[in-house]
């Protein structure tokens, strides 16, 4: 099997695996991906690391992280040096949705191995 076709069994075998998230949740695939990988990568919490770092659509990530914040998952927090510089940290209430997508990323990794 080639690379590219073991990684796109492990992708799609990982979204079906949180896919079961996203639905329990409520989220959309977007923003479990974005709660995961704030969850993962504390360092790259802005907007614009997420969309440097996942190479995601600024537009996309915006309206995801705007739902998250609505949904109480998110705190977004200006710099006090630096009106631009805004922060997103996850919140409490975003930590059983945290475990459910770190249970999913443990069995897509089952597969790879």
């Not at 802005?46 to 600024?58: L, M, P």
Request: proline content about 1%; aromatic content about 6%; some cysteine.
């Amino acid at each position: 099997m080639y690379f590219w076709d073991k990684h796109k069994t492990i992708t799609g075998y990982y979204e079906l695996l949180s896919a079961e998230v996203c639905d329990r949740y409520g989220l959309t695939q977007m923003e479990c991906d974005i709660r995961m990988f704030l969850h993962n990568n504390p360092q790259h919490n802005t907007a614009a690391e997420i969309v440097k770092v996942r190479k995601s659509t600024k537009s996309h990530v915006s309206t995801s992280l705007k739902n998250l914040e609505n949904e109480g998952l998110i705190e977004r927090i200006q710099s006090e040096d630096n009106k631009k510089h805004i922060e997103i940290v996850l919140l409490d209430k975003a930590e059983l949705i945290v475990e459910a997508g770190i249970k999913a990323q443990k069995s897509s990794q089952t597969l790879s191995g």
